[in-house]
């Protein structure tokens, strides 16, 4: 997660903070000035090869 944050979305490391993993779902807490960013790379991109439903939480 952490590689597909600052490498696919260019994430700085130090915007990315706790992760959650369970086995559907995974929380990300991301600086807020930094999360549009995050959430517009994700959609557009994959993790792994596979396509993820991503949404802002709060």
Do not use: H
């Amino acid at each position: 997660m952490v590689g597909a944050l600052t490498g696919e979305a260019g994430l700085p490391a130090t915007a990315i903070g706790k992760i959650d993993g369970f086995a559907t779902r995974t929380y990300v807490a991301i600086e807020r000035s930094q999360a549009s960013k995050a959430l517009d790379r994700l959609r557009a991109g994959k993790i792994k090869g596979r396509s993820f439903r991503t949404r802002k939480l709060g």
